[in-house]
């Protein structure tokens, strides 16, 4: 599987980038490739840096750390 991400952002306000589901300028685009993703899948839960981070050690069949432990992985959503 490969991601391609980048964050541009509209410099917003919100200080809670994990969870703030509001502030445009935190969202960040993402794309997931992968033999088990099928074209145009989207995700209505809520993924950040932690879930890409969470994702990338389950894959590897290592602990979640820290934070990435407290959020949803992108398995489920992308068939992963």
């Known amino acids: 599987?490969?991601?391609?991400?980048?964050?541009?952002?509209?410099?917003?306000?919100?200080?809670?980038?994990?969870?703030?589901?509001?502030?445009?300028?935190?969202?960040?685009?993402?794309?997931?490739?992968?033999?088990?993703?099928?074209?145009?899948?989207?995700?209505?839960?809520?993924?950040n840096h932690y879930s890409l981070l969470g994702t990338a050690e389950q894959q590897l069949g290592l602990r979640k750390l820290n934070m990435a432990s407290k959020f949803p992985t992108m398995v489920k959503a992308f068939h992963l």
């Open 1 to 47: 599987m490969v991601f391609i991400t980048w964050d541009e952002g509209d410099d917003g306000t919100a200080t809670r980038c994990a969870t703030n589901t509001t502030d445009v300028g935190r969202r960040v685009a993402t794309i997931v490739i992968s033999p088990s993703t099928k074209a145009g899948t989207r995700s209505k839960t809520l993924l």
